[in-house]
């Protein structure tokens, strides 16, 4: 197929109700609040994005993503030859300041569009176009991608509770949400290794919610506890990266950065300092497809440890990250159970789970189908 170009760029709302209630250092929410973009092209290929609405991280809301879509990204993709995707996909990166979930959800229908129209499943097109040349004899790109799964912020007893029925469901990699309370985020995380055992990995995620001295305190009481724990995402404030690093020097625990990054400048930043162990890539921080694989590449030749991330997403948003993850693999279990989350699967098709296995489809583009008419919209599915 040749000779297409962009003919319409639309944005849908959507909620989608969560099976348990999404809880953070940062925020409490039932619903995935999110912001999907279509994009047509003039042989009729759709392809998808997604925008979250995440106040709190990103400061991108609903109505601001949809303005920064309509005003400024779709003017500079209606008309546009897709074969010129590349360039394309760099134009709407320099469109328009920040705005990274806007950028993002436009970015990733552009790359889903593509792949369909290649026939090929989104991961492979994310790794002949970004990954670094594969030795002879590699193996080919696999739709299989390993994620943790969240434990929500809460009591001692809930998070136990919680602990104990996500092993049930076949997870092995727990992502504790503590820095609600220093005080007693140390009991908390015992009350989890107590419940699930010794041999369940336990990381946790403070989103920001302990100054420079309370994060020392309490990383260091979680080292003398022996508690098992694998790293600490994020302690302090995300613009505070000498913050970050202040506290990595003064703990054992591996540090993760995850609000600190955003930019390749950001990543800079976090190398010059000596601020993080590892890093947490998510495309609704970076805005695109290309600088999550250059952030990922970058990071690892560094020495630093990788992961791909997601805020609270669907399929489609959870369906990029995951094919980022599988066309340059990380070095640690992913973070991308966001879609699980979900009373309902929004969309037909796309990614699935079983346990801690996402199973992205082999299917061209993100393999979403259509859009379920109780979601909120009767659109056609994407060809």
């Known amino acids: 197929m040749a000779g297409s170009s962009v003919v319409s760029v639309v944005c849908l709302h959507l909620s989608v109700a969560l099976h348990t209630p999404f809880v953070t250092a940062l925020r409490r929410t039932d619903s995935c609040e999110t912001l999907v973009v279509r994009v047509t092209d003039s042989d009729g290929v759709v392809g998808w994005g997604e925008a979250p609405q995440v106040w709190q991280v990103t400061g991108e809301s609903l109505a601001s993503a949809q303005a920064c879509v309509d005003q400024m990204l779709a003017p500079v993709l ?7 995707w590349c360039e394309v996909s760099a134009t709407v990166q320099r469109a328009v300041a920040r705005n990274h979930g806007a950028k993002a959800a436009v970015d990733t229908a552009l790359h889903d569009l593509v792949a369909r129209r290649a026939g090929l499943p989104l ?8 990954a670094a040349a594969a030795p002879a004899g590699a193996a080919p790109i696999g739709l299989l991608v390993s994620t943790d799964v969240t434990l929500s912020a809460g009591s ?20 504790m949400k503590i820095g609600t309370d220093a005080a007693t985020d140390v009991a908390r995380v015992r009350a989890v290794r107590e419940r699930v055992g010794p041999h369940v990995v336990v990381r946790l995620d403070a989103n920001q919610g302990w100054t420079r001295g309370e994060a020392v305190e309490v990383i260091r009481a979680l080292e003398e506890a022996d508690l098992g724990v694998d790293l600490v995402e994020q302690p302090v404030a995300g ?4 913050g970050l690093a202040w506290v990595r020097s003064r703990v ?10 955003y930019s390749v400048i950001d990543l800079d930043r976090i190398l010059r300092l000596g601020a993080a162990d590892l890093v947490n890539v998510k495309l609704a921080k970076c805005g695109s497809l290309a600088v999550g694989a250059l952030l990922l590449e970058r990071a690892a030749g560094a020495g630093l440890g990788t992961l791909v991330g997601t805020m609270m997403e ?15 693999p990380t070095s640690t279990t992913n973070d991308l159970d966001a879609a699980w989350w979900a009373a309902r699967p929004p969309f037909e098709g796309g990614v699935t789970y079983d346990g801690p296995t996402l199973t992205l489809p082999d299917a061209p583009g993100l393999g979403v189908t259509a859009l379920r008419p109780a979601a909120g919209s009767t659109a056609a599915g994407p060809r």
């Open 78 to 84: 209606v008309g546009r030859d897709v074969d010129d």
């Open 123 to 130: 991961p492979q097109l994310l790794a002949r176009t970004y």
């Open 156 to 175: 001692a007893e809930d998070l136990g509770e919680a602990a104990a029925a996500r092993v049930a469901d076949g997870f092995s990699t727990l992502k």
């Open 239 to 242: 613009d505070d990266v000498e």
């Open 252 to 261: 054992g625990l591996p540090i993760m950065a995850d609000e600190s990054l």
């Open 314 to 328: 669907s399929q489609i948003g959870v369906g990029a990250a995951a094919s980022l993850a599988a066309a340059l």
